[in-house]
C-alpha cells in the first residue's frame, strides 16, 4: 500500500549509502596523490614542462638502481684486503639483496599500476617493475644513506652530499613520472626500517663465519 512504511535497507546496502569518513578520506588523498604527482611529473616526457632536463633525470635513475650497486658492492668485496671493509661491504650487500627482495614482495602484493604519464623507458627491469608501489629506488635511497652515514667515516660535506643523493633520487621518481608520491614516501619509510633489520640481523666472522670464509 502507498501509505506503508518503506522496509528498511539491508545492512549492506546501508554502508555503501553512507561510506566511513575513513573510507572517504582514503579515497580524498588518493586523489590528491594522483593529481599532484601527475602535475609534479615535470619530466616525464621529451614535451613536458621540464623535458630537457629528462636525461639528466635518468642518469639520476641509474644511480639509484638496484644492478649497479650490486654489481659495485660484489665487486669491491672482492678486491677489499681488509677485514673490516669486508665485513661492512658483505652487510652493504645483504642489505642490498634484503631490498630487492622485500620491494618485489610489496610490489606482487599490492599491484599498484604504475602513473599513466609514465614511459615504460627504464633501466632493466623485471616482471614486478610494472608495479608501482612501493618505489624501489626511494626504498634503496633511504637504505643506502642510512648505512652509508653509519658504517663510513665522510666529512661533513660528503655526508651532506649522500643526503642529498638521496634526496633527489627519490624526487627524481615523481619527476619522471615513474611513482606517485605515496610510492615514493612508503619506499623512503621501508628502506629507513629496512637499515634498522640489518643492523639488527648485522653479519661478522662470529655469527657467519662460512660467509666470510669466501673471501
Not at 639488527?200 to 660467509?211: K, Q
Amino acid at each position: 500500500p502507498g501509505g506503508a512504511a518503506a522496509a528498511p535497507l539491508p545492512e549492506e546496502d546501508c554502508m555503501r549509502l553512507n561510506p566511513s569518513f575513513v573510507g572517504i578520506a582514503l579515497s580524498s588523498l588518493l586523489a590528491i596523490d594522483l593529481w599532484a604527482s601527475k602535475r609534479l611529473g615535470v619530466c616525464a616526457g621529451e614535451g613536458s614542462a621540464w623535458g630537457s632536463a629528462r636525461p639528466l633525470m635518468k642518469v639520476i635513475e641509474v644511480s639509484g638502481h638496484g644492478i649497479p650497486w650490486l654489481l659495485g658492492t660484489f665487486y669491491g668485496l672482492c678486491q677489499s684486503d681488509s677485514s673490516a671493509a669486508r665485513e661492512v661491504l658483505l652487510n652493504l650487500l645483504f642489505a642490498l639483496l634484503l631490498d630487492l627482495v622485500m620491494v618485489a614482495v610489496v610490489k606482487g602484493l599490492v599491484k599498484r599500476p604504475r602513473p599513466t604519464h609514465n614511459k615504460m623507458d627504464m633501466f632493466v627491469t623485471i616482471s614486478v617493475d610494472k608495479y608501482s608501489f612501493p618505489s624501489g629506488h626511494a626504498t634503496r635511497a633511504a637504505l643506502v644513506c642510512r648505512f652509508v652515514l653509519r658504517h663510513l667515516v665522510l666529512a661533513v660535506p660528503l655526508r651532506i652530499l649522500v643526503v642529498l643523493w638521496a634526496l633527489i633520487v627519490s624526487i627524481s621518481r615523481v619527476m619522471l613520472g615513474r611513482h606517485n608520491m605515496t610510492d615514493v614516501l612508503f619506499g623512503l619509510v621501508l628502506g629507513y626500517a629496512l637499515y634498522s633489520v640489518v643492523e639488527r640481523c648485522w653479519l661478522s666472522p662470529l655469527n657467519a663465519p662460512a660467509l666470510f670464509a669466501l673471501w
